[in-house]
């Protein structure tokens, strides 16, 4: 089974700039998750997908992020404009977690995008 | 608020020396709680899951456990190949809460 697929790997730009991540999550998980995780710090969640619409975006700082789930499959982030303090790495994970489903569902994380903005 | 401490930030073993990493929460009605390893470079890759207290899970030289109020993961024998960063989480029993993370444990096992 393929697991969750992102892009790029490593993206370093200045501040102020654009840049724009791709994620591609594991066949028929209805749950998306965006996370970004500063250097020494566990994941923090950024914003949450059920299918395409947008379950929690409480933490994502929205003058600046913005995300969209295509077609409820894949999922872009995008930052506009970059700050030095957005240098982290950018994890998407899924589940197949259902809304009101009693126990935890599993989250399977893709590799990273490693961002650097200078 | 949900919160998750690990202790100790970093433990380095010898090749063999059994051990325990600590995950400590709060969380008002817990969903789950998660335990993820973590290579350099590399997305959190899940391990474990534990619902209820009492419950333990394995997987070859390590050995989750659950009580009311943190969980362990012991790792018996431990070789080279486990030293990575172990993360914890916990999701509350409330709508679609987020997973919370801990800061992690970095392990390195020198042979």
């Known amino acids: 089974e393929a697991g969750v697929a992102q892009s790029p790997r490593y993206k370093i730009i200045e501040k102020r700039q654009s840049v724009a991540f791709w994620c591609n999550p594991i066949s028929g998980h209805a749950t998306l998750y965006w996370y970004q995780q500063i250097l020494g710090q566990g994941p923090k969640l950024l914003i949450q997908f059920q299918n395409n619409g947008v379950v929690d975006d409480s933490q994502l700082p929205k003058d600046r992020f913005s995300a969209e789930r295509l077609k409820g499959v894949d999922s872009t982030l995008k930052i506009q404009p970059a700050k030095l303090e957005d240098s982290a790495v950018y994890l998407c994970?899924?589940?197949?977690?259902?809304?009101?489903?009693?126990?935890?569902?599993?989250?399977?994380f893709g590799p990273g995008t490693r961002l650097l903005v200078l | 608020e949900d919160q998750v401490t690990q202790s100790p930030e970093a433990l380095r073993l010898q090749e063999g020396e059994s051990s325990s990493l600590n995950c400590s929460y709060t969380?008002?009605?817990?969903?789950?709680l998660f335990w993820y390893r973590q290579d350099p470079g590399k997305g959190p890759e899940f391990l474990f899951t534990?619902?209820?207290a009492g419950e333990e899970k394995e997987k070859e030289r390590l050995k989750a456990t659950l009580t009311k109020k943190e969980s362990f993961l012991h790792i018996t024998a431990p070789k080279p190949e486990d030293s990575a960063t172990y993360l914890c989480?916990?999701?509350?029993?409330?709508?679609?809460?987020?997973?919370?993370f801990g800061k992690g444990t970095r392990l390195s096992v020198i042979a």
């Open positions: 994970a899924s589940s197949l977690a259902r809304y009101g489903q009693p126990l935890g569902e599993t989250q399977y």
């Open positions: 989480a916990v999701q509350a029993y409330r709508g679609n809460t987020p997973l919370v």
């Open positions: 534990l619902y209820s």
């Open positions: 969380v008002s009605g817990l969903r789950g």
